[in-house]
């Protein structure tokens, strides 16, 4: 038997099969049971959510043989020619391959003849903001006063780039990014189904790097099941994609709040031997911290679908406030320097360091051994704290100069001795 990608092999035959998308589903299934059908839909959303394959299940329940119904029954040969790909009254084109005016006269040149099986003669155009502006005035006509017989069903990731008379022509319907629990749920339906053993969190981390794109998790799984050798562990996945298990991120920021440098550093060697995505660390670091700085004001008002509630809890009790908005303020401005570092790791480090240089907590003892050589006013407590304080301050304002100032006032007095 020939092998069928995932996506493909799982794409939904029936509305009942679309995941999250139940906003659009509902004015759809209205409209078929009052048999109310207007002549043109427009779907838009980013990819991977699912335009098309609603635009093909809408198309299969306008022709089905059973008739127009909520529910097409996959058996009869109109149904099953439209999953296949041969429905010769549904048509469809993709406007990137087809963007000039002749392409899109030829395509409407035979509308106005009747469906030749069915009881509608579906278009459905994809990445309709391809088309050229003499193809939209083109399909404007036709939109206008479509046939009877004639049904549009357009698609497009970027609907900002339509007409607006071509717009206001559609029933419009955005399909949203799937949430990754439904994309979690669904990809443990296709697995379990597939035969293929699984841990739960690697499912969470396929999820996640998707980004509300079902497809995109479908291709993604497949790369896992290759990459895994069919036992898909949150350590594989993990590595497969460069992303760290949530246990490790924890890590750093424990050796944070206690500011200490040397196992965070250690910590930071070991980790990089997984050739982990420091922008997706960053990135899961910032995540953790707004979670933390949440727990802190309203312990209730938490959510996360990623990170253990409780340890995040556990995390926000210890911390100073100012410390979690210190090391989040460093770490959203480090991400955008992190380009600019010579490489990901120098980069990384830099910022962690920087949390630490400018923490609120007491100073350790490491730490005062070097401040001792600083000037009288700055090893004092208070002086320290202020010196502190005011590194933080122009560390929040982005004041660039200010902190060059402090830190090589700070930075130069141990050396000169
Ligand atoms: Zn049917």
Redesign the pocket.
């Known amino acids: 038997m020939n092998y069928q990608v995932l996506a493909r092999k799982w794409r939904p035959h029936i509305f009942e099969d679309l995941m999250g998308q139940s906003h659009v589903l509902k004015p759809i299934l209205n409209a078929l049971k009052m048999n109310k059908l207007h002549h043109a839909y427009l779907f838009t959303g980013t990819r991977g959510v699912g335009k098309t394959t609603i635009a093909r299940i809408f198309a299969?329940s306008i022709?089905?043989?059973?008739g127009i119904t909520t529910l097409?029954?996959?058996?009869?040969s109109?149904?099953?020619d439209i999953d296949a790909g041969c429905f010769s009254d549904l048509i469809e084109v993709d406007a990137a391959s087809k963007t000039k005016v002749e392409d899109t006269r030829e395509l409407l040149e035979n509308i106005h003849y009747a469906p030749v099986r069915g009881r509608f003669k579906v278009y459905l155009i994809d990445e309709v903001h391809m088309l050229s502006n003499h193809s939209f005035n083109a399909l404007l006509k036709t939109l206008e006063e479509p046939p009877a017989h004639v049904k549009f069903l357009l698609a497009t990731t970027d609907a900002h780039k339509l007409p607006i008379t071509i717009l206001s022509r559609c029933l419009k319907f955005h399909l949203k990014k799937i949430p990754l629990k439904v994309m979690v749920s669904r990809l443990e339906k296709i697995l379990i189904e597939e035969k293929i053993e699984f841990e739960l969190p690697a499912l969470t981390i396929l999820s996640r790097m998707a980004e509300g794109s079902l497809r995109d998790a479908l291709s993604l799984t497949e790369q896992a099941i290759a990459y895994c050798q069919e036992h898909l562990t949150a350590e594989l996945v993990g590595e497969m994609l460069g992303v760290l298990d949530t246990e490790q991120i924890f890590k750093i920021v424990e050796y944070l709040m206690a500011n200490n440098a040397a196992d965070l550093l250690a910590h930071i060697d070991k980790i990089h031997e997984k050739s982990v995505n420091y922008e997706l660390l960053i990135d899961d670091l910032l995540n953790i911290l707004h979670q933390m700085a949440i727990a802190q004001i309203a312990p209730a008002a938490i959510y996360t679908d990623q990170y253990d509630k409780r340890k995040i809890q556990a995390l926000a009790q210890k911390a100073l406030p100012e410390d979690i908005q210190l090391f989040y303020q460093s770490g959203l401005i480090g991400r955008k320097d992190l380009a600019f570092s010579p490489d990901f790791r120098m980069g990384f480090e830099m910022i962690l360091l920087r949390m630490l240089a400018f923490q609120m907590q007491p100073v350790a003892s490491a730490q005062t051994s070097v401040s001792s050589q600083a000037p009288a006013a700055a090893t004092e407590g208070g002086g320290r704290t202020n010196q502190v304080t005011a590194l933080a301050e122009a560390l929040l304002s982005e004041n660039v100069d200010t902190l060059n100032h402090q830190s090589a006032t700070s930075g130069d007095s141990p050396e000169k001795k």
Do not use: F, G, L, S
């Open positions: 299969k022709n089905c043989e059973a097409p029954c996959n058996q009869c109109i149904c099953q």
